[in-house]
């Protein structure tokens, strides 16, 4: 008891005196802010990433990440507080690990833990004693318990709790919010016992305003989970109800600000295309996974599930028949889809439902095109390689069919409907439109 | 056009000159806040409702909602601006109806529209011309222009838009909420025309703060229908998480109010015995019943109706296997059912999921009792009387269970805990324990 304290009070010290020595593993959206955060506050920072695009792009200080204002990135490049590498070996010389690897879902919806498998192997063959070591990347609960702690141990030969200390702290980004960021976003925290509790408090706290703790990295997973399976089941519900409100002359999104006015017990979610982005439509099938572990079946998130498999179709069906009032097939029609982001104002294509459409609307024979002022050039699911179009009147005047995907606030939705010969709004651009004129159908 | 526009001008002008008669047809939670609201303002209000007892009582002064203030509700009636009748006849020297009679389900979940159809019946029959009707009982969209107009106008011989004027404005009442009562909530209004919607709105305005108009009576009701389907979705979501989560060693509890701490994109819905009340667990089903008449089904709202039927035995299986833990059946047991009203500090058992707990344990054969201090007596929904005893350390330590099925906050819980041999506690009464330890068990 005697070693773990005094390893503890080591580390404690060089926190306080900004001398520690972190090791972000995974520069992605969630791992580039995290270690620029700490950077700027005078910390240095590895970052660890096997794409060597991404770390030769962090030395050579240019920022990758929309969110990140680019000039704090060069400073704390050129300062020397963040570099990045490749070589595993580099990871010894760390006094902190936060592990902020992608979790995707394999193609039949069971998580795919190599990633969270690799870092902890990296980091457990090379550190010291005395590490603290913080999993950020969303996750099934018992992960950080049951998964990471084990193979930490067998590679390093220490003792959780004694030679290194462990929490989950689940990340929060929310890319494309102007108000809330690594810095004033609470952060959760579960730790595994008090020494790794103090040290999260210390460590977090340099770049945290505000910490919440609870008692056990496993509830702070379920927390991760609870926020983006709440945000799955809403999304679907209201799916679901704009489907049955366009069959009874009802328009959705009036219904969604009237309701908006209720003070108490009521948030907005919005109807559209599809579930996108890291966190939503994989988040929740996480829990799915290790329900099934305790002969436990989640029926809302599988209620959810089927509607979302089925809104591509759904979405599909809205464009042919659209086409169809103007006695046009699928096939051989050209239809432009207008914003391939999965949210508005955003570089980020990942699991875009917008994809999705594009995707099964060309197996129909249909000619298929897209445009998206961020995201010039995009691989979907399926290896397609799909670039983005100029946009200009002549292509807006020529397509079958223009197709609102993502409602980016610079589309000038006016003089497109003007121009386009047929549109289907799946985003409620169009707002004059109740549910659907000669022009413009709505979802 | 001459006409109606006379008629409206003519009902405008008394409004304005609060010389208009106001009948608000049924006096429950959301019919007498109404018509206390009118009344204070001046306007002569006539309750109507078939219920004597209730006409009774408002014609002595003698308020019968908690939410009402009882000094208030004596003014108007002395004054003479509220009476109460169950007489029809009376109904035809009104300006204005206001409907806010109840909308059951009957046992098969089915809409019971037959208080609408009397109340329709009832105004159609004796109603002049040139009065504004508003429909405020939560139904299925299409109701006010489906089924209520059909009758009105077939009573009266009057056509509406000329005649007479109709909307649709749901009720928002929130029972036992301080903050938002009839005056600062804003309201939904969904009137069919122009002048329907220019007399709702001088008449409304008289008692709102804020109305918030939609372009219909349809779009009015799936607004009410949205705002319940929201809760109902959710709170079954949370009850099926909390299952799953006591499986895995997870406090719920906990991991809601970390949830919480994220300050974008999360409402707080807690777990419990199921859902009460007269609103959440009944209008979602309205939309289910109008939804099979598009061919279409509402998945989320099925898979939140089937864990809702299946609360009430899961939490019969968890006061089971706390008494199993000291080897006692439930069949001889005797279990105290503290709250049984549907939220904490309310007087209403409508729909309690205490009630439904409470008839199937007895079914089994345990000896039930309970207590509650809002809730004297009540009759459950298969017509057994059910009279709260006292409280006090005797009986507290002679039952074999006490359950907490409501979290009214004048329960001393430490002094229950303390005193009673073992508690199920279905509403995180009790904080200081996880999941479980020898003597408390929580959902």
């Known amino acids: 008891m005697n070693s773990n304290n005094s390893l503890k009070h080591e580390l404690l010290k060089k926190i306080e005196k900004n001398d520690v020595k972190i090791c972000v593993l995974g520069l992605g959206y969630v791992g580039l802010p995290l270690a620029v955060a700490f950077a700027k506050k005078g910390i240095k920072v590895l970052g660890f990433d096997v794409d060597q695009n991404k770390v030769a792009k962090v030395n050579d200080g240019d920022c990758y990440i929309r969110d990140i204002d680019p000039e704090a990135f060069r400073g704390v490049v050129q300062k020397g507080n963040l570099s990045a590498t490749s070589d595993r070996k580099a990871l010894g010389s760390c006094d902190a690990f936060f592990i902020c690897v992608p979790t995707p879902l394999d193609k039949f919806k069971k998580p795919d833990m190599r990633y969270i498998e690799q870092a902890a192997i990296d980091i457990g063959k090379t550190m010291k004693q005395g590490v603290f070591i913080s999993l950020e990347s969303t996750t099934y609960p018992t992960t ?33 919010n102007k108000q809330y960021n ?75 600000e009237a309701a908006k006015t209720k003070p108490f017990g009521f948030q907005a979610f919005y109807p559209g295309p599809g579930i996108g982005g890291h966190c939503i439509p ?140 047929l549109v289907v709004d799946l985003r409620n651009a169009v707002k004059q439109v109740h549910i659907e004129d000669d022009k413009v159908f709505k979802l």
């Open 144 to 176: 950080t318990e049951t998964f990471l702690k084990p193979i930490l141990e067998k590679e390093s030969g220490y003792k959780e709790g004694f030679d290194f200390f462990l929490c989950f702290s689940p990340e929060r980004v929310d890319p494309g």
């Open 182 to 256: 690594t810095e004033n976003t609470p952060k959760v925290v579960g730790p595994l016992g008090k020494e790794a509790e103090e040290i999260a408090r210390s460590l977090y706290g340099k770049i945290v305003q505000s910490l919440h703790f609870v008692s056990s990295p496993r509830a702070a997973e379920m927390v991760k989970i609870l926020e983006n399976t709440y945000r799955l089941v809403n999304i679907s519900l209201i799916n679901e109800l704009a489907l049955l409100s366009g069959k009874m002359d009802i328009n959705i999104w009036e219904v969604i």
């Open 282 to 421: 994989l988040d929740p099938f996480y829990l799915e996974y290790i329900a099934k572990g305790f002969n436990f079946d989640l029926s809302m998130i599988e209620a959810a599930g089927r509607i979302n498999n089925l809104q591509p179709y759904r979405m599909m069906n809205k464009i042919s028949y659209a086409l169809n009032r103007y006695s046009k097939p699928l096939r051989g029609s050209t239809i432009l889809f207008l914003g391939i982001a999965y949210k508005p104002d955003i570089d980020d294509a990942r699991e875009s439902p917008a994809l999705q459409v594009m995707h099964e609307v060309e197996k129909k024979g249909a000619k298929v095109l897209y445009y998206d002022p961020y995201i010039p050039e995009v691989i979907d699911d399926y290896g397609r390689e799909w670039k983005s179009v100029e946009l200009n009147d002549q292509l807006l005047k020529k397509v079958d069919c223009v197709v609102f995907t993502t409602n980016h606030s610079c589309f000038d939705v006016d003089h497109i409907v003007n121009t386009a010969q």
